[in-house]
């Protein structure tokens, strides 16, 4: 049921659409209104949502490449997302290297932590 309502309201690219607005939205929030310069963010709506992993972690790559935040943390549980959301960060640098810094933001990444 839930995937036919999903398909009934948007189609695939407004889907996407909404998701970096979103996205977008909540980061530019979290470093103006509240001057957060550190946040821990988590693989929003790829669990019980349905959501692609690939499509979210594609837009808080592109937008945390945008937005004036200095220390970004993902708690990700499983090792599948952790992986396409490094992935997807590790394309933005690389897409972002040679062009004109805008931002004297890196990214680095590491492992996934179990219990």
Not at 84 to 113: I, N
């Amino acid at each position: 049921v839930r995937e036919s309502v999903k398909k009934s309201l948007l189609d695939e690219d407004q889907s996407q659409e909404v998701m970096y607005e979103r996205i977008k939205n909540l980061l530019h929030a979290m470093a103006r209104f509240n001057k957060f310069n550190s946040v821990v963010l988590g693989a929003f709506g790829c669990g019980i949502f349905g959501n692609d992993v690939d499509l979210v972690a594609a837009a808080f790559a592109d937008t945390l490449s945008k937005v004036p935040l200095k220390n970004v943390y993902f708690a990700i549980p499983d090792d599948a997302t952790f992986e396409k959301f490094r992935s997807a960060f590790l394309k933005t640098k690389s897409e972002r290297e040679g062009q004109p810094s805008t931002t004297s933001k890196s990214y680095d990444t590491c492992s996934s932590a179990k219990n």
